[in-house]
């Protein structure tokens, strides 16, 4: 079966990429359950295949730069598509499921006594980047159906958030396949867990902008021991205050998303 996952994985890459494995412009990284596949035009990263071989198991992950778009396929999921775009210099990542959009994380600038309206923000901390983003969602795109894998990939591929063009983003997400545990970070449960992000807002306004409901750590001390205040809203009113730490803070918001979901 291995040999077998080998020749398969070995004819996708040389399929993909239309040239010899044996060229200068191609690159192989070992990782951890599996290789990463760069191809190089003029001097820049060009194409990427991410293969995930296990026993009786083997997948590809496929990722094209394209003039307008970076385009993210697996190919175990024939309906999923994930496009990262720029809009006034900011990523939107969009999950596209059967060819509609199912969910949108769209990059902001955050004030919070400017919020965007009828909207839902989420900020995170990753890499020492605070991660600001609006999200939009049509689940119903999925009906009974899960794409795990393919959302794990949506949610968990980090990508730095200050990065405001395609070629750089492209550079990033090659450089996080060329770690050895790149697949492990983004499938691999507890082990994936570690490296989330640390959560600081979630955060929904009305017409007006207002905050309606949602928690916020109010981040100005940046260092992760340090306690920082925090505000919990409901119904447009502040109902809760309080101090903790980055990590004490997570119980916190914790606690408010189960609450948010009975």
Known sequence: ?????TIITILMASLFFGQNLESPDFKETKIESGST???FKNGKLDSIVVTMQAVN???ALIFAKLPNEIKITNASDENSVIKIELKNNKQVRTFFYKNKPAIVLESID???NHLPKNATISRALSNDLIQNVSIKTNYEAFGDDNPDKTLKLFYRLNIRTDLDNLDSIFDNIGEFFSEEDALLKLFYGSYAEKFAPKALTYLKTNAS????DGINLDYQNKNVKKTNSYNIYKNGKVI???KENLDNFQKAYQDFVIKLQD
Request: hydrophobic letters at 40%; aromatic letters at 14%.
């Open 1 to 5: 079966m291995k040999n077998i996952l």
């Open 209 to 212: 902008g207002i905050i309606s």
């Open 110 to 112: 955050f004030d919070i």
């Open 57 to 59: 198991y083997g997948n």
């Open 37 to 39: 596949f760069k191809k």
């Open 240 to 242: 809760k205050s309080g």
